[in-house]
């Protein structure tokens, strides 16, 4: 039973660039959500998607978007990098109905390092 | 709005000594409260989770953590630990009436030293 996939495990880019994290969910899960962990702090959620559409999202400006595939993968796009992208960025997936009962199940997450 | 306060930022134990990390947290609504461990280049598991019932609750690894509502707490526990607990411990709620997007405290490294 494979858990939550991300990729790549490490990315390196300059202010300005653009880029895109992957994740996978977990077989069984239908809703994946984003965390960014900036070192020595604890993970801040940037938005869930579920049935391909962003349904909550966090206190994080438009450079950073989302998408989910039918297969309901999902991508971590971020535009124009600032120095304060830095982060470890965690994807998390859960079963989708509507309550916070359901645990997420993270990813070992993808180091994003801007210079 | 919900908010987690983990009031140690770090926790220094001898290895089978007992320990003890805490968390308190600050919502309007009710909520479900976890906690997860990150191991070095690693994500988050599981340890346990709150959801009702019971105010003690078991996890894995031998850790257990007891929901206090008048204290708005849940305080991580574990009798005796082993060098293999040196990780980052990271408190987590989220509210019981809408999706479950948790909300984190700083986290507490537990180091066990030999």
């Known amino acids: 039973d494979a858990g939550v996939t991300q990729s790549p495990t490490h990315l390196i880019k300059t202010r300005g660039q653009q880029v895109t994290l992957r994740c996978s969910p977990k077989s069984g899960h239908d809703t994946v959500s984003w965390y960014q962990q900036a070192l020595g702090q604890g993970p801040q959620f940037i938005f869930q998607?579920?049935?391909?559409?962003?349904?909550q999202r966090g206190n994080f400006p438009d450079r950073f978007s989302g998408h989910q595939f039918p297969n309901y993968s999902s991508e971590l796009n971020v535009n124009a990098l600032l120095l304060g992208d830095s982060a470890l960025y965690l994807c998390?997936?859960?079963?989708?109905?509507?309550?916070?009962?359901?645990?997420?199940?993270f990813g070992d997450g993808t180091r994003l390092s801007i210079l | 709005a919900q908010s987690v306060t983990q009031l140690d930022s770090q926790v220094p134990v001898f290895e089978e000594a007992p320990v003890e990390l805490r968390c308190n947290y600050s919502?309007?609504?009710?909520?479900?409260l976890f906690w997860y461990v990150q191991y070095p280049n690693q994500g988050l598991q599981l340890l346990l989770k709150?959801?009702?019932?019971?105010?003690l609750v078991k996890g894995i690894n031998g850790f257990e953590a007891e929901f206090n509502k008048s204290q708005t707490s849940f305080h991580l526990r574990k009798p005796s630990v082993h060098i293999s607990d040196t990780a980052e411990y990271f408190c987590a709620v989220s509210g019981t009436g809408g999706y479950n997007k948790l909300i984190f405290g700083a986290g507490t490294r537990l180091a066990v030293h030999p």
């Open positions: 709150y959801l009702s019932g019971s105010t």
């Open positions: 919502s309007s609504v009710s909520v479900y």
């Open positions: 998607y579920y049935e391909e559409e962003e349904r």
């Open positions: 998390a997936s859960s079963l989708g109905d509507g309550t916070g009962y359901q645990p997420q199940h």
